[in-house]
């Protein structure tokens, strides 16, 4: 989307979006390129957005949680289209990106990203199929901000790598566990089988 046409983008910074987060009753995690700092503990590189994801059952609390925001949805994805999400109003699939600012004379800082679950498990929206208990789902930082677990990060950015992603997959790789990169390794076998960072994965993945 184009921020000439729809306005641009200043992210907010993940302490800033915890305050805001912070009685917040439903689960949330910083997603993104963020969410690769907040693990590895240092800044890697610039960022054009900041993203946030919750459960799309969850959706309700969330608009009532941002109910000052100027919140819009990407309507029909990725076509560069946005209107209003009203207060009430239930997003179904394949609806799943808001923008988010403080006003509507405010630049875009946040990144709202609605994900499925069934039961206890995360589903991811791409491919049904890939899945992970949802209290496996993230992890906290130091300072006690949620992130999305790295290996899952990694999962989305692996399906149209850029050199962000590259950035990305070496910054946190080491700090992977062998279950993790089992996971992304088995997760990024389904998307894309002969995907480079499979390489760098397998020697602790299941074969």
């Known amino acids: 989307m184009s921020a000439d046409v729809l306005g641009r983008w200043v992210p ?4 800033d979006v915890a305050e805001v987060f912070a009685k917040a009753d439903f689960p949330w995690w910083i997603a993104g390129g963020y969410a690769i700092e907040l693990a590895v503990g240092r800044e890697l590189r610039a960022h054009g957005d900041l993203d946030v994801l919750v459960l799309r059952r969850d959706q309700v609390l969330a608009h009532e949680l941002l ?3 100027d919140l819009h949805v990407a309507d029909p994805p990725g076509q560069g289209e946005l209107r209003p999400w009203r207060p009430g109003e239930v997003l179904r699939p394949p609806l ?15 990144q ?5 679950a069934e039961g206890t498990q995360w589903v991811s929206r791409r491919t049904p199929e890939i899945r992970l208990p949802i209290d496996q789902l993230g992890r906290t930082s130091e300072a006690g901000i949620p992130y999305l677990a790295p290996e899952v ?7 149209a790598t850029r050199d962000k992603d590259e ?9 992977l566990d062998a279950p993790a990169r089992a996971w992304l390794a088995d997760a990024i076998k389904v998307i894309a089988p002969n995907h480079p960072w499979l390489r760098r994965l397998l020697p602790v993945s299941r074969t």
């Open 12 to 15: 907010e910074r993940p302490e």
């Open 67 to 69: 109910a000052d925001w």
């Open 96 to 110: 799943h990106d808001i923008w988010c600012r403080r006003t509507p004379k405010a630049p875009w800082s946040v």
């Open 112 to 116: 709202l990203m609605l994900d499925e």
């Open 153 to 159: 990060q990694l999962f989305y950015k692996a399906k």
């Open 167 to 175: 950035t990305d997959f070496k910054a946190v790789l080491p700090l």
